[in-house]
Each structure stands twice: as structure tokens, then as C-alpha cells.
């Protein structure tokens, strides 16, 4: 559950957006699950001969009152607001469920007072999914207590994360958030960002982004090796350098070719997600290594073959041998291993990497895996750089293997890919049990996560697996070996052949 706090001066305005048709037509059914008083007394009505228009004037006073009270005295910003949100994997909950959740909620912040003070009015309203799909609950509280005392607020940003993890506990919701648990935090889309995705019909440029970068990570033995993924893979890559050193790189930013003469929407690295700034990527190289200005500017891909279909289909097969013995050797892995940060985060890069080559619109069930993963990988804010790991070093030889072979042609090739598909998957619930063994809660729901997202192909796939020949099975060598040469670097382009899962 994410809660999200804002702060206003006037609860008639914000009772108009809640019962008004919302940013996105999404306000469907705007109605009471909860109050300070019995919700069927604080119900505004609908006045069906005023064309539908919500009286809600006799709300807005209900709410006002003890702010009047407290006249100046009072906070000025005093209506506080707090929408409730659940992923949409989690679902939706009843109305019952919503305003149990919500009084368990101002209880614990301290709005419904004690035996020393008395409480707030308050609120709680819900209106139908988000424009992203999510169920949500809006609380609205009024900053004064019932005799018009001020209350004035401390951390409540960060109270109100602790009370949803202990929420989350107590109505056995899952915890999709590794962020409340001191991992990077990743950016959340703007509402600009979220309508020209759904004018478009396509996904959010960020999170293409976003993918692009950690796919191009997957392998890369130094930051130049990185800088020319990123530039093969079409993105547009810019540096930020010191005021006294222009040739020292300090941060980066990165963009989609525009189509039809617009301009590039920029994006800097840890805007995109927190594991993603230049500080955190550079941790995985040495400081020799670091690139300078000219060379981020000389960096290129180098041209690499075209490989035949046989070719294609001998990667993929390799590739899934060897994810498959991998994956067998991460539950021989104890908890706790030092190994498991580094294996985490080349696990969520490989399967960027699967998702750009499977789904290149950025759309579908292995693309929202692959985002729910690299939340389960996201390391802690604290930690700034992780032990080696030979697990995580084949993993990046495998994710090197897929990005020479690229995209499926036809549906005979797109049956081997899938049972590469169908061996990530593995990989991901064996990350997710282990996330859930080191008692990494929120980890393990993003991990728990990424694995459900994938597990209707995992079970579509798995027959089809069993009739495809491994490499090992024709007579080929070590099952863990994939080829590693340059790899083929995937288009930017958001429109793409999906056929490879059909």
C-alpha cells in the first residue's frame, strides 16, 4: 500500500475534485466508506434535477468547523490529504474492507485523539481505479480537534509509511514497496507523463527508459562499454560535468529519439530509478575506470552480425540451459550470502533485457516483471557497493547471448524463446523465495510480484519446454556456457514485432 500526503486550504475545493469526474474520467462512483461521524449522516446528496450535481455544502461545513473554531490560531494549510493505494496486482477491496483500512489508518496517525485530546474530523472517500489501474481510498482530514485546538503535524510523511507497513500486517496485504524498507526509491510518473501515455497508447517514456538503461548495463565491463549499449540501443545520452573540470563526468541524461521533428524528453539517470544515478552505477568498476567527457562523447557500438536463424535458435537454447542451471544453483545459495546483491541486480538487468526483446513496446506481462524485479533488486540507500559474484558474471554472459540473437522472426523461433521466457520466470520465483527466506518483506513482495506477473507463462511455456532440445541434450558442452560476443544492440523504438510470445 503507498500513501501519498498533500496539503490544502480549502476542503471545498478538494470535495469538489472527489466527487467531480476526475483528471481522467476516472471518478466513475465517489462515495463514503468512512467518517468521523456515521457515514450515512455525512453522505452528501446528488440532486438529480440540478443535472446530477453533488450537494455538498453541508460536508464542507461539517469538515470547516473546527478550523473556524480555531480561528487564527489555526493551521493555514490545514486540510490534510492522503490518498491509499494498492498495486494492481493486489487487486480491489470492498467498501467494508476500504473503511476498516481507513480507521485503522487516522487511529494510528493520531487523528481520532485520546483520552487527553480530542480528535479530528475526517473523511474517507473512494471513486473507482486510478487512471492506473490501482484501487484507492482518498482520506481527508481537518487540521483542528473537535474544540478547535490546532494540530500541527511532525514526519507525518514518514508516520504515515510506518502505519501502512503496519496496516499491510494486519489486513494481509502484500508489500510491493522495497522503498519504505531503506532501498532506492524510484521516481514516481507525473500526471503529464501519465496522460500522454494514455493519449498515445503507449508506455511512459520514463519507463522505457528506464529498462533500456538497466538492459544496457546487463554485461557491460566498464562505463564506456555501458555508454555505447545505451547509444547502440538508439537513446540519446548527454553528461553533466563538474564546474571546475568540464571533462569530469558527473551525472547523465537520457532520452528517446523523437519522431516528427519534436524535441527529446530528458531524463537524468536517478530519475529514472534510484539504482540508476552515475554514483550507484559506477560502484560496480573500479575508479581507473571512470570515463571522461570526451570518451562518453567517442563512445559507439561497434557493428555486430546478423545471425542466421539456426544461430538464433542455438543462443536461445544455450541461454536457457544455462539459466536453468543457474537457477539451480541460487537455491544452494544460503540467505544472507554476500553474493545475493549482485546476483539480485544482474537477474533484474537480464530480464530488461528479455522484456525489450519480447515485448519492445514496452507493454505486457514480462515487461511489468522485469520493473517489479528491479524494485525486488534495488539496493539499500546505505550500501554503496556489493560483493562479486560468478552467478551474477554468467548471468551477464547469458543477457550478452540474447542481445546478439534479438527478437524471434517467426513462430517456430519464437517457441525456443520462449523457453527462455519460461526459464527467467524460474529464476524470478527462486529470487522471490529467496527474498522471503532472509525476512526482506517488502523485497520479497516485489519479488512475489515479478514472479505472479510471470507465471501464467511459466505455465503456458512449460509444456512446450519439455519437447524443445536443450543444448546439452544435442551433445553440446557445459550446460552454464553461452556464447558472450558483442551483443546486438535492441532498437529505442517503441513499436515492434511481439510475436515472439503469441
Known amino acids: 500500500m503507498i500513501p501519498k500526503v498533500t496539503y490544502g486550504s480549502r476542503v471545498r475545493g478538494l470535495l469538489e475534485y472527489l466527487w467531480g469526474p476526475g483528471k481522467a474520467e476516472e471518478h466513475v462512483n465517489p462515495h463514503l466508506v468512512a467518517g468521523y461521524d456515521d457515514v450515512a449522516l455525512l453522505a452528501p446528496e446528488r440532486h438529480e434535477r440540478d443535472g446530477g450535481r453533488w450537494g455538498l455544502d453541508n460536508l464542507a461545513a461539517r469538515l470547516d468547523a473546527p478550523q473556524i473554531a480555531a480561528g487564527e490560531r489555526g493551521v493555514k494549510q490545514y486540510v490534510w490529504q492522503c490518498s491509499l493505494s494498492l498495486p494492481a496486482q493486489e487487486g480491489q477491496l ?36 486510478s487512471a492506473k489501474g490501482n484501487d484507492h481510498v482518498h482520506l481527508v482530514v481537518t487540521l483542528a480537534t473537535e474544540d478547535g485546538a ?32 531503506g532501498a532506492t526509491r524510484r521516481p514516481e510518473l507525473t500526471r ?7 493519449r498515445s497508447g503507449l508506455a511512459p517514456d520514463r519507463e522505457l527508459l528506464r529498462r533500456q538503461v538497466r538492459a544496457a548495463l546487463a554485461g557491460a565491463d566498464s562505463e564506456t562499454d555501458w555508454v555505447a549499449r545505451m547509444k547502440g540501443a538508439g537513446l540519446l545520452v548527454a553528461t553533466r560535468t563538474a564546474t571546475k573540470d568540464v571533462d569530469q563526468v558527473v551525472g547523465y541524461a537520457v532520452a528517446l529519439r523523437p519522431s516528427g521533428g519534436g524535441k527529446p524528453r530528458w531524463f537524468a539517470g536517478r530519475n529514472l530509478d534510484g539504482d540508476l544515478s552515475l554514483t550507484r552505477i559506477r560502484a560496480r568498476w573500479s575508479d581507473e575506470g571512470r570515463a571522461t567527457a ?28 544455462a539459466l536453468e542451471a543457474i537457477s539451480g544453483r541460487l537455491r544452494g545459495l544460503p540467505p544472507g550470502s554476500p553474493q545475493w546483491p549482485a546476483v539480485a541486480r544482474a537477474s533484474a538487468e537480464l530480464l530488461a533485457g528479455v522484456a525489450m526483446a519480447t515485448e519492445p513496446s514496452g507493454q505486457g506481462p514480462i515487461t511489468r516483471a522485469a520493473d517489479s524485479l528491479a524494485r525486488a533488486a534495488a539496493p539499500r540507500r546505505s550500501t554503496r557497493t556489493s560483493a562479486a559474484s560468478t552467478v551474477a558474471a554468467e548471468l551477464g554472459r547469458v543477457a550478452d547471448a540474447l542481445l546478439l540473437a534479438g527478437r524471434a522472426r517467426d513462430g517456430g523461433e519464437a517457441a525456443v524463446l520462449l523457453a527462455v521466457v519460461v526459464q527467467a520466470a524460474r529464476l524470478v520465483v527462486a529470487l522471490a523465495e529467496l527474498r522471503a527466506a532472509e525476512r526482506q518483506a517488502h523485497a520479497a513482495g516485489a519479488a512475489a510480484a515479478a ?46 514485432d511481439e510475436r515472439a510470445l503469441r
Not at 487523528?111 to 475526517?122: E, Q, S, V
Not at 503529464?192 to 494514455?198: K, L, S
Not at 512449460?462 to 519437447?467: E, L, M, S
Open 451 to 496: 514472479a505472479a506477473h510471470l507465471m501464467p507463462l511459466l505455465q503456458q511455456g512449460a509444456r512446450h519446454v519439455d519437447q524443445i532440445p536443450t543444448q546439452t541434450q544435442t551433445g553440446a558442452a557445459d550446460r552454464t556456457t553461452v556464447p558472450s560476443p558483442t551483443p546486438a544492440r535492441p532498437s529505442a523504438h517503441r513499436e515492434g
Open 94 to 129: 470492498d467498501d467494508d474492507t476500504w473503511g476498516r483500512i481507513a480507521g485503522r489508518f487516522v487511529q494510528e496517525m493520531g487523528f481520532t485523539g485520546d483520552a487527553d485530546r480530542a480528535g479530528c474530523r475526517w473523511i474517507a472517500v473512494r471513486h473507482g481505479l
Open 150 to 181: 490546532p494540530v500541527w503535524l511532525r514526519q507525518d510523511k514518514r508516520r504515515s509509511q510506518q502505519v501502512t507497513d503496519k496496516i499491510e500486517d494486519e489486513f494481509g496485504l502484500g508489500k510491493w514497496t522495497p522503498g519504505r524498507a
Open 294 to 321: 570526451g570518451q562518453w562523447a567517442d563512445a559507439h557500438s561497434a557493428e555486430s552480425p546478423r545471425l542466421r536463424g539456426e544461430d538464433r535458435v542455438a543462443v536461445w537454447r544455450s541461454s536457457a540451459a
Open 192 to 198: 503529464p507523463e501519465v496522460d500522454r501515455a494514455r
